[in-house]
C-alpha cells in the first residue's frame, strides 16, 4: 500500500468512528467557526494545539511557523491575526513557544540550515538583546530553555504591537495577548506571566515577566 492510501484509510476509520459516537459532530463543523482562541506556535510536528489544549475542531484558530516568530513584514502571520481579530472575534491570542525547539537550538549551535538561517536571525536578534543574560548560564540546555522563553516573551511584544491589535485596543475590543511555553517532557504549558489586555499594561507586563527570569530591563 502506498503511504498516501494508508493515510487516507486512516482518515476513512476515522471518520467512520467520529460519525458512530457523535452522529452530528461533522454536521456541526461544517457551520461557521466560532474560536476563542488564536494558538501561534511552533511548526514541530510534536506541538498540535489542539490536543495539547484538549479541545475539539473548531474551538482553536491556528498559526505556526518555525519558532514561533512574529514579524511585521510576514503577511502571512500578519494575514492570521487580522482574521482573527477583525473576523472571528477572538478573545485571547497565545503565542506558544516550546523547549527543545530545533529553530532555537540552530540559533544557539550557529548552525547553517540554508533558507531558514535568514528567518531564524529573528530569534538571534533576541539572543543578542539578552546577551547579558545568557553569559551568567552555565549549561548549554539552560541557554536553550532561556532563549526559548525570552523568544516567547519577545514575539507577544511584537504581536501586541502590530497595528490590528493596537487598533481593536483602541476601539474596546475584548483582547488578551499571553505568552506560554510548552514542554515536550510532562506535556505541560507554563504561563509566563506575559499576558496584556491593553498598551499600558504592556511595559510593565513585559519587565515583570523578565524579572521572573532574573532579567532586569527597564523596557522593550
Not at 88 to 115: F, N, P, Q, S, T
Request: aromatic share 6%; net charge neutral; charged share 20%.
Amino acid at each position: 500500500m502506498r503511504e498516501l492510501d494508508e493515510l487516507l484509510e486512516r482518515n476513512r476509520r476515522w471518520a467512520e468512528s467520529v460519525k458512530a459516537t457523535q452522529p452530528d459532530f461533522f454536521k456541526q463543523l461544517s457551520k461557521q467557526q466560532h474560536p476563542k482562541y488564536l494558538w501561534i506556535g511552533c511548526s514541530d510536528s510534536r506541538v498540535p494545539a489542539n490536543q495539547i489544549l484538549g479541545l475539539a475542531p473548531g474551538e482553536i484558530f491556528v498559526h505556526r511557523n518555525v519558532a514561533n516568530v512574529v514579524v511585521h513584514a510576514d503577511l502571512n502571520c500578519l494575514s492570521v491575526l487580522q482574521f482573527a481579530i477583525d473576523v472571528l472575534k477572538v478573545e485571547h491570542i497565545m503565542l506558544v513557544g516550546h523547549y527543545g525547539c530545533g529553530g532555537v537550538r540552530a540559533v544557539l549551535d550557529g548552525a547553517r540550515h540554508g533558507l531558514v538561517d535568514n528567518w531564524l536571525r529573528h530569534v538571534g536578534d533576541v539572543l543578542q538583546k539578552h546577551r547579558d543574560a545568557f553569559d551568567i548560564i552555565d549549561t548549554t540546555s539552560m541557554k536553550h530553555a532561556r532563549l526559548c522563553e525570552l523568544n516567547v516573551i519577545e514575539q507577544v511584544v511584537n504581536i501586541c504591537q502590530t497595528t490590528i491589535v493596537q487598533d481593536a485596543w483602541d476601539r474596546g475590543q475584548k483582547l488578551e495577548v499571553h505568552g506560554l511555553v510548552y514542554s515536550l517532557f510532562d506535556g505541560r504549558l507554563r504561563d509566563l506571566g506575559i499576558s496584556t489586555h491593553s498598551h499600558v499594561t504592556l511595559a510593565e507586563t513585559y519587565v515583570q515577566s523578565l524579572a521572573r527570569l532574573g532579567i532586569t530591563r527597564g523596557s522593550f
